[in-house]
Every structure is written in C-alpha cells, then in structure tokens.
C-alpha cells in the first residue's frame, strides 16, 4: 500500500509518501518560523493561509521524489487534531478531497499518535509494549504502549507543557522565536551551581507533571540580575543551565518511576523537545542503568512532519479503517480516545 501523509496542525506543512513494504519513500517539510518570527508566535490565520499555498506544491514535489504518479497512491492520511483549527482544515479539506477525486480511502490521523509511533520509522523500532514520553510544545505526557492504538495514559502536564515553558522562558530572556531551541543552545554556554530550579511534583507520587512554575521562577531569577553588571551574558547562559537542567532532571525522575511502576524495560521518547540533547543523553543514562533501551526518532521526525502521518495512516488503513466523506477536524482530541484499528465502514 503506497499512503500519501499530510500533517498540517500548527506551522509546519509536511507532506510523505509511505510504501508499506518499502517504508518512507519521500518527504519534505516547509516551516513557518520566517513568516511568525516578527510576532514571537504562531499566528493561526497566517499559519492557515501558508498551509494552503504550500499544500499542492510539496504534494506535487513529494511524489517526484518518490518517483511515483498520483494515481499509484493507494490511501491518503492527514492529521485531524489536535491542533490550531484552520491548519488543520487545510489539510484535512485537501486530503479529504484528493482521496475522494482518486477514489481512494483516506484516514484521519491523531497528531500525538504519529509522534509517539515515530520511532518504528527508523531501522530499530521498538517492540510492543513500551513506555512513550511524548514531550512538544503542546502536550507532555507519559503512556504505555500494549500496541496501536492500545495507550493507558500514565500521566500529563496539568498546565503548561514542558516545550511551552521552554518557549515562555526564552521569550522572557529575550531570545526571540522559536524560543525553545535558542534556549538549549544558550544552555550549552552555561553552568551548574550558580542557580537552582525546582524539580516540579517530584516530591509527591505520580506521573503527572507540571511546568508552569518553572516559568515564575524563571521570571523571579531573571528580576532579580542586573542588566549592567559585566557577566550579565554569562548570568543569562547559567539560568538557562538552570533551567533546562530542571526540566530534563524533572522529566527523567517521571520517566524512570513509570518505567519501575510498570515493570517495562523499553522507553521511546518522541516530540519535538524529544530533540534536546541533554534529554536523549540524560535518559539514556538513566535507561541503561536499569539494563532498559532507549528509542528516538532522527531529529528531523521529532518536530512535526508528514513521515509520522504518513506512516500511522499506513498501519491503520491496511487494518481496513478509513473515513467516510464527512471533513472534520478536531482542536482537542484526548489521546485516550484511540482505539486499536478496526474495520470501518463508509
């Protein structure tokens, strides 16, 4: 089955074609930081308005690049949720459409689930079951993973996710946009001892997490320096140590006691704060400790793209699911709504 995949939730625009015996044939991704940077954020209706005009053209360049012919393609995915509304409309209306002009079943995708199964696109994917930390800017939480779409949600983030923090805390250290990753690379300048964040709900059982407070802190600590003072650059770098140290540290203690909890050896961590280094490095170590292994997707499939799409959309159409013609989109979609694929009927 060739399945052309379409992700379109926030300010990305990624298109992919995957065969299921061959696997990824082609991708390719169009981002948006240029056209938000000016306003430190996403802008919803000019993140929809890019997404239609990229829409066609990558569509068009992907099949090229898997030298295939638009009537070769066997199904179509495209994420339905959750994310901003009119982004993912814009795909969903296209896939939708497309799949419907080809005569082809077409398959909405949960956003969370492409990244979470991310890492079965590489050459050694995890087996069934596993621990998944899914880290973004939008959601942070732990699951584990008994098979597709068979997920019991171990924890989340009951505020800000721990990419949004990272954005937050940049935008307050005057970083610009995206903040998350100007953030860690700042942190890379840095060093431990100078400042101390708490480790958040660490102190309490449970795997759940929250991160809002380390943005208060964040705040408090960054008042609290002086601007004119002749290290104040070197003060900057060590609280973004500080910081990310924090939400590393916090995300490693979660990890490794749902890993104890459940008596699971296997941890995948996927998102696009799955990219930090420091994170990959830290819950390696801890991974190993416990004789466990540790799965990631290459940075380039942490960050949203239409691979994981295009991949998820695979799996679940050849179990026989696809959509009726009815175009929806969702902006909340609760991950524990999946359900393992079944077969559908039009």
């Known amino acids: 089955m060739i399945v052309l995949g379409i992700e379109t939730s926030c300010d990305e625009t990624g298109i992919a074609i995957y065969h299921s015996e061959r696997g990824l044939l082609s991708h390719v991704l169009h981002s948006q930081v240029a056209l938000h940077a000016d306003y430190g954020g996403v802008v919803p209706e000019l993140a929809s308005r890019d997404h239609i ?3 066609s053209p990558l569509i068009r360049q992907a099949l090229a690049a898997a030298e295939i012919q638009q009537n070769q393609l066997d199904g179509i995915a495209y994420t ?3 994310g901003l509304i009119g982004a993912l409309m814009s795909g969903a209306s296209l896939g939708r459409s497309l799949a419907w002009s080809l005569g082809i ?5 949960h ?3 492409g990244h979470l199964l991310a890492p079965m696109l590489e050459s050694n994917p995890p087996d069934f079951p596993f621990i998944a930390l899914l880290v973004s800017g939008g959601h942070t939480l732990l699951a584990q993973v008994e098979g597709i779409g068979r997920y019991e949600m171990l924890g989340q983030s009951l505020d800000d996710a721990a990419g949004e923090a990272f954005d937050k805390t940049a935008k307050l250290m005057g970083l610009g946009y995206p903040g998350g990753p100007a953030l860690a690379k700042l942190a890379t300048t840095g ?3 100078r400042y101390r964040f708490p480790r958040p709900m660490t102190d309490r059982p449970g795997l759940d997490f929250s991160f809002s407070g380390l943005k208060t802190f964040a705040l408090t600590t960054l008042q609290g320096l002086n601007p004119a003072a002749s290290d104040y ?5 060590d609280v973004a140590y500080a910081f990310e140290d924090a939400v590393v540290d916090t995300l490693v203690i979660k990890s490794e006691r749902a890993l104890r909890e459940t008596g699971c050896n296997r941890l995948v961590i996927a998102g696009g704060v799955g990219a930090n280094q420091r994170l990959r490095e830290t819950l390696g170590k801890m ?3 416990h004789g466990g292994e540790l799965f990631y997707p290459r940075v380039e ?3 949203d793209n239409g691979a994981m799409i295009a991949h998820v959309g695979c799996l679940r159409l050849l179990a026989g699911e696809h959509q009726p013609l009815t175009i929806a989109a969702r902006a909340r979609w609760p991950m524990d709504e999946l359900q393992p694929p079944m077969m559908t009927t039009a």
């Open 105 to 109: 079943p077409a398959l909405e995708v």
């Open 191 to 193: 060093e431990a001892g």
């Open 111 to 113: 956003h969370m689930e």
């Open 80 to 82: 339905a949720g959750p």
């Open 53 to 55: 005009r990229y829409l």
């Open 301 to 303: 499939f942490c960050t």
């Open 287 to 289: 991974v190993t400790k």
């Open 233 to 237: 650059a070197r003060q900057l770098a």
